[in-house]
């Protein structure tokens, strides 16, 4: 066993003593790590603005109270006259205010506010859009009840409605102060501690940044010095030593999974550090999540190195190791889930995913950083990784001939 660790730290110190290496294994994840905080930054723990152009075809203080309202359930309102909407091409949803609004209101007869919404449009985007404007019809007829139960009998009929001409600008400034008003009841939602919502923000982005990039540099790294090797006869000069070839294949697999793992220390002491820094506005720390997240990344560096053996068995020459693992390395990440969650894609592309380590290490990271569940959770993910590991080494060491 000792000879083994000595094969598997000496290839670690060789790859990283080679200067070349440290772009890929510090500078570039690094610079990664940095580009989605930025991205990211303020993103994902506000409330969503839904954008929500109205059409004011009434044009009295009701209509314009029921604006008021809407920019109080969070719209971006921007605010179009009749004749402005004839030439103005709106985007995915709008609301119309029909004519005499106010005067239908005010008379106690029904006035249909038409909501639209195009074929394209984001489905959760109108979904919320529909409940918030809901909520503010309700707010709004609150207030307006509210607004009557206190106005001067003399601007309400013997039905209690009231006649838009007797009113006065003090009684409209009324209404308009009670739709000002802050809400008294606040409606906080929360997902349950067992719930599943989609990751977002630098809880997708830091996770998926660490996978891609530990897969990339084991594959690219690993596989490439594996290939020189076996074209050198490098290999066959270690099988001559007192080790044997099954040695050989367990040092250079525990080689590529300490590389693994140095590309996984790198990542997370560097966005620890841009949090602590405050910098880019990463809100996103991995000391909560360590202790159950850290044998998810122990399992999934073991089974990426081998990944590695198998690929390098396959592959013939340091050059077809470098671009194939370019490719293969963003392709698992990107169907892993790595790039976006996995909850977002097509239910086929899901399917394909599951044959690649990178989701099952996207799932572990997420039971524990995203869904708040504990590392015991996470022992399907591990179970499988590890299983895929064996595997990809059961293949992989009758591929990778050492002599």
């Not at 889930?337 to 995913?353: K, N, S, V």
Request: with cysteine; charged share 15%.
């Amino acid at each position: 066993m000792r000879s083994v660790w000595h094969v598997a730290v000496q290839d670690l110190r060789l790859h990283l003593a080679d200067r070349s290496n440290i772009f890929f294994l510090v500078l570039m994840p690094l610079g990664f790590v940095v580009f989605f905080a930025f991205v990211n930054s303020g993103g994902g723990s506000g409330t969503t603005r839904v954008s929500l152009p109205v059409v004011d075809r009434d044009g009295e203080f009701l209509s314009q109270a029921f604006v008021e309202q809407l920019r109080g359930e969070n719209f971006d309102v921007p605010v179009f006259s009749a004749a402005a909407a004839e030439t103005t091409t709106f985007g995915t949803r709008s609301v119309t205010v029909p004519d005499s609004f106010t005067a239908h209101v005010l008379a106690g007869r029904k006035a249909d506010v038409e909501l639209r919404a195009r074929a394209r449009s984001d489905a959760s985007y109108d979904l919320a859009g529909q409940a918030r404007l809901h909520l503010a019809q309700v707010r709004f007829l609150g207030n307006l009840v509210r607004w009557a139960a206190d106005a001067d009998s003399t601007v309400l009929g013997p039905d209690g409605t009231a006649d838009l001409a007797r009113l006065d600008p003090a009684e409209k400034g009324r209404f308009l102060a009670l739709v000002a008003e802050p809400s008294r009841v606040e409606v906080t939602t929360e997902t349950a501690g067992t719930g599943r919502p989609v990751p977002s923000g630098t809880q997708q982005s830091v996770p998926g940044v660490l996978v891609m990039f530990v897969i990339m540099t084991v594959l690219i790294g690993g596989s490439e010095a594996l290939t020189r090797e076996k074209q050198q006869g490098t290999l066959r000069r270690l099988a001559t030593t007192p080790l044997s070839a099954s040695q050989v294949l367990m040092g250079k697999t525990l080689g590529l999974t300490l590389l693994g793992l140095a590309q996984t220390v790198i990542l997370v002491v560097a966005t620890e550090a841009v949090a602590a820094a405050g910098l880019f506005g990463m809100d996103f720390r991995w000391g909560p999540h360590l202790l159950g997240v850290a044998p998810v990344l122990i399992a999934y560096c073991v089974c990426v190195a081998a990944l590695g053996i198998l690929l390098s068995g396959l592959l013939r020459t340091p050059q077809q190791a470098e671009s194939l693992a370019w490719m293969f390395g963003l392709f698992m990440s990107a169907l892993g889930g790595a790039w976006w969650p996995l909850e977002i894609m097509p239910e086929p592309m899901r399917m394909i995913g599951q044959v690649f380590p990178t989701t099952w290490a996207m799932q572990g990271l997420h039971t524990v950083i995203t869904y708040g569940q504990g590392a015991l959770q996470t022992a399907l993910p591990i179970v499988v990784l590890l299983g895929m590991g064996v595997v990809f080494w059961a293949v992989g060491s009758r591929t990778l001939r050492v002599v």
